[in-house]
């Protein structure tokens, strides 16, 4: 069997790298495709798990429109299916890329593997246009590797058929485990910061582009400011997100504004932190690894479990709950709870799923 892996940005590649090195070290026949979605930061990720794609789409361009991405996806994927005539196709997630990847591959008859299926906000639009791509996804989908019971239902109760659904946990904690296992995270941590006591802050989200994304980051300010913490933020590279925070914090004496740091040094912030404000989905996932609390700056959350497992709370985005949530989260200390998203063996079974083993 031929099975090949499709990504495009940082967090793609983070979930789906364990599940090719996996495939790779069994002696299996792999083969990656890169879309460039997000060009720099998918770069970063590639050559921290050192898997070079087979074949580079390069779609990325200034003030790309989603209609665009999926344009040029479907243009340049359809050719490589074709030649190389996979027996499955895997996408991760729910980037413009995964569900793209996904709709070429359903469109060819290839049966599309979905890692991380079953995400639900419960919201259309936000996040947008996430929420709409991993629905159609799971659709397309003829296996849905998902990452917790509350995913498994989402999709039966969407009324999927349950012996394409699979519960194996969530590929980022065995991503996390392979580089805990070979880094000094401490050591990596002194490259970027030289004091102890810091929150760990970021921002890229679409829907919070604009007044959302102003009261977070005066909510952070007033409080960074009261209780005398510094804030690091590494600032995506979206310009629209580096126009708002340069007016909001680009003088704030308590703010350490950065460039995008590769992952390693990412996780030796998260492993540092005394907590975390984000409103990525993937930190909210990455965060328990580490035994850290999460303030999620979103109305929504389609990772319920973090919340459920008293490892984070779900602030919403005005200044007001969001103050309120980063007052909580500085007052807790998480002891040993257990990781909500899994065990680090998800890529094995997924790989004895489609070879058609018992997990």
Do not use: W
Not at 112 to 131: C, K, Q, T, W
Not at 223 to 228: D, G, L, Q, S, V
Not at 315 to 334: D, H, P, Q, R
């Amino acid at each position: 069997m031929k099975f090949c892996f499709v990504f495009g940005t940082r967090p793609e590649v983070i979930k789906i790298a364990p599940v090719y090195l996996y495939f790779k070290k069994t002696g299996e026949k792999v083969l990656s495709v890169a879309t460039a979605q997000h060009r720099e930061m998918m770069d970063m990720m590639v050559d921290v798990f050192k898997m070079q794609p087979d074949y580079d789409l390069n779609i990325m361009s200034h003030n790309q429109s989603l209609n665009r991405i999926v344009a040029l996806i479907m243009e340049k994927l359809e050719p490589i299916f074709i030649k190389e005539k996979p027996d499955i196709v895997f996408v991760q997630g729910d980037t413009t890329t995964a569900f793209t990847s996904a709709l070429c591959a359903f469109h060819l008859s290839i049966p599309v593997a979905h890692i991380e299926a079953g995400l639900r906000s419960g919201n259309l639009f936000d996040p947008f246009p996430e929420e709409l791509n991993r629905k159609l996804i799971d659709v397309t989908s003829s296996y849905m590797f998902a990452p917790t019971k509350r995913a498994m239902q989402n999709l039966l109760s969407e009324g999927i058929e349950k012996k394409r659904i699979f519960v194996v946990g969530n590929t980022v904690v065995d991503a996390l485990q392979l580089i805990k296992r070979k880094l000094d995270l401490t050591l990596l941590r002194k490259d970027i910061v030289n004091f102890d006591k810091y929150i760990l802050l970021t921002l890229h989200r679409r829907e919070n582009i604009g007044e959302r994304m102003r009261s977070i980051l005066r909510a952070v300010a007033s409080f960074a400011k009261e209780n005398k913490i510094e804030v690091i933020f590494p600032v995506h590279k979206n310009p629209k997100v580096r126009e708002i925070v340069n007016q909001e914090v680009g003088s704030c004496e308590n703010f350490r504004l950065i460039e995008p740091v590769d992952y390693f040094h990412f996780l030796s912030l998260l492993d540092g932190a005394k907590f975390v404000v984000t409103d990525s989905g993937g930190i909210q996932e990455e965060a328990p690894s580490f035994g850290k609390f999460v303030v999620v700056t979103r109305e929504t959350t389609e990772r319920p479990e973090l919340i459920e497992s008293n490892m984070g709370i779900l602030a919403g985005t005005c200044y007001e709950k969001v103050y309120a949530a980063l007052a909580k989260a500085n007052g807790i200390t998480l002891n040993d709870i257990a990781n909500p998203f899994g065990d680090g063996k998800a890529s094995q079974r997924i790989h004895k799923i489609v070879r058609g083993d018992k997990p």
